[in-house]
């Protein structure tokens, strides 16, 4: 059951904490995504970790869920024709310092690490991810 029209984001902490929530959702709306789903939460370690499982052997996991965990996030599902792709253009490089000018990592990301914003990287995942955070319930 795969998609091409969604794509799951987080805020990340950082941006979050530095206030940027309303200047990404005006880029992610500027850009013509549709807001199917959002909510600011707290991840907890074990969700964080379940999350990013497919890094579990790299050697920034720990930091990544440290960092993740420590404050609270948005999370929110975005519809747009390929979205996955569209989005990844949207918010640039993983390294801000190597990020498109113009784009959210480029305008509003600190390091590789607090890189302001996640994207799903496929179609396959952006419905996994979607599920993680998003019951029926609460897409619109
Ligand atoms: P995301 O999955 O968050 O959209 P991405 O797909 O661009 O980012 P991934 O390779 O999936 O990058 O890495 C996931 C996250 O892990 C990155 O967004 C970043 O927060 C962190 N990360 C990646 N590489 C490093 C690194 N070398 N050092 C520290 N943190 C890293
Ligand atoms: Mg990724």
């Known amino acids: 059951m795969t998609h091409k029209n969604i794509t799951l984001t987080m805020i990340k902490p950082l941006a979050v904490q530095k206030g940027f929530i309303g200047p990404i959702l005006a880029k992610v709306n500027e850009a013509g ?17 379940d999350f990013y499982a ?6 920034f996991y720990n930091d990544l869920v440290a960092f993740m965990t420590s404050g609270p996030i948005v999370a929110a599902i975005l519809e747009k024709e390929n979205a996955v ?8 490089s993983t390294n801000p310092a190597q990020a498109t ?3 959210v990592r480029k ?5 590789i690490e607090a890189n302001a914003v996640h994207g799903s990287d496929s179609d396959d995942n952006a ?7 998003f019951s029926k319930l609460e897409r619109f």
């Open 33 to 49: 995504f549709r807001i199917v789903a959002m909510k600011q939460m707290k991840l907890t370690v074990d969700q964080a970790k």
């Open 54 to 59: 497919i890094h579990k052997e790299r050697p």
């Open 85 to 92: 792709e569209a989005y990844r253009e949207l918010i640039g």
């Open 101 to 103: 000018d113009g784009t």
């Open 107 to 111: 305008l509003y990301g600190t390091s």
């Open 127 to 133: 419905v996994i991810e979607s599920a993680f955070f």
